[in-house]
């Protein structure tokens, strides 16, 4: 499993996004995150929610998760209920053992 640090990091830089703005954000000490870097250590857990809210991921994809269920649940709500309704009940047709 790739570590946070690492995936937070990526983040950072596909989106343009400084240490130093990360840090005015989540309220991180720059040298902490500059430690992460370093050491290839992870931020406390107790952090992961702020560090995902400012990164606009899931905290499960930051902790290595294929999918980033932040980005699946804010274009699900950009549909209008039809939209939605057809999604699920496609979804649901997918699974028959729901149907029992």
Not at 48 to 72: C, H, K, M, Q, R
Request: proline share 3%.
């Amino acid at each position: 499993m790739k570590a946070v640090c690492n995936r937070i990091f990526e983040l950072l830089k596909q989106q343009g996004k400084t240490q130093k703005e990360f840090s005015s954000f989540t309220g991180i000490k720059e040298s902490a995150i500059s430690q992460w870097k370093v050491d290839n250590t992870n931020p406390k857990v107790e952090c992961l929610p702020i560090i995902a809210e400012f990164l606009s991921v899931s905290i499960d994809y930051l902790l290595g998760a294929d999918t980033n269920t932040f980005e699946i649940q804010k274009a699900f709500s950009k549909l209008n209920l039809d939209e939605q309704k057809s999604v699920l009940q496609n979804l649901y047709n997918q699974f028959p053992q729901l149907k029992k």
